[in-house]
């Protein structure tokens, strides 16, 4: 085996079909995307049998403040389309990350490599201060997945309510949050604990995080809130959970019950124009 693995079976039940999530905590090298590219595939060869493999931000090129020590790759760079390759012939989604070329600018860029062979790529919507080299994206993704739709949201992405709440309401079952922090990976899990189970609660989702090495870290929460994987030890390793979820075409979520409430579906969007730029028509006149 090539760095560690673990496996946790996370429930079973009716109308549920079970899916197989794979969390990767990698450490890249910064530039060195066809070393990076190995070590993917050979820590996804390690998950064979998993639906969807998630691999921390910027992980193909290594991340860096500065754009250019990383060497931006284009969206049809030939590393980009062995992993597209290697997702279709094993039948395993791949979610991956790499800084981007985008004419002359470049941007924080995960990609998700279908089963089926199609590549979608997320460009990241917001940035931490630290970034102002990067240029933002414009639009969020979520992408059927090895039969999950997963949300993307990167790093910082996973501090604003909001974009997890908007990944729900694109019908995500899984929102992945892909970190490149240096952060020690037992404070990295610390801290996610603070919040990352708060945004599968609230939404009715399943969330999960991993963080690159040498920081690192691993945690996935259940849709109530639950943690249901967790890891804080050094170097590669990768954590294989099997997660309950709704079948397709089964009722919706919630119940009659309080513990089975669906409480995404008990928002009212149209007291929370103040979070927008502009309030709505005559919104201020009331």
Request: with cysteine; proline share 6%.
């Amino acid at each position: 085996m090539r760095g560690g693995s673990a496996i946790v079976l996370y429930g079973a039940g009716r109308l549920r079909r079970v899916f197989r999530l794979a969390m990767a905590q990698m450490g890249s090298r910064i530039g060195d995307a066809d070393r990076n590219l190995r070590r993917m595939l050979e820590m996804a060869d390690d998950c064979r049998g998993s639906d969807l493999v998630c691999f921390p931000e910027a992980s193909l090129t290594g991340y860096s403040l500065d754009p250019e020590r990383a060497s931006p790759l284009g969206a049809g760079d030939p590393r980009i389309m062995e992993m597209r390759s290697r997702a279709r012939e094993t039948g395993c989604a791949m979610a991956f990350g790499f800084v981007r070329r985008a004419g002359a600018s470049a941007r924080v860029s995960h990609a998700v490599a279908g089963a089926d062979g199609s590549l979608l790529i997320y460009d990241k919507t917001h940035l931490g201060a630290s970034e102002s080299a990067y240029e933002r994206g414009d639009s969020l993704l979520v992408a059927p997945a090895g039969g999950a739709r997963a949300g993307i949201a990167l790093c910082i992405e996973s501090h604003v309510p909001e974009v997890s709440s908007m990944l729900r309401g694109m019908s995500a079952d899984l929102i992945l949050y892909p970190h490149a922090s240096p952060i020690e990976a037992a404070r990295r899990v610390d801290l996610w604990k603070r919040y990352v189970p708060a945004r599968a609660y609230d939404n009715g989702v399943f969330a999960a995080a991993c963080n690159s090495a040498p920081g690192g870290g691993i945690l996935v929460a259940d849709p109530k809130g639950r943690v249901v994987m967790e890891h804080s030890g050094p170097g590669d390793f990768s954590a294989v959970v099997d997660l309950d979820l709704p079948a397709r075409g089964a009722p919706g979520r919630g119940g009659g019950r309080m513990a089975d409430a669906d409480f995404f579906s008990l928002r009212r969007p149209e007291m929370y124009w103040p979070l927008c730029a502009d309030p709505p028509s005559g919104a201020l006149d009331r």
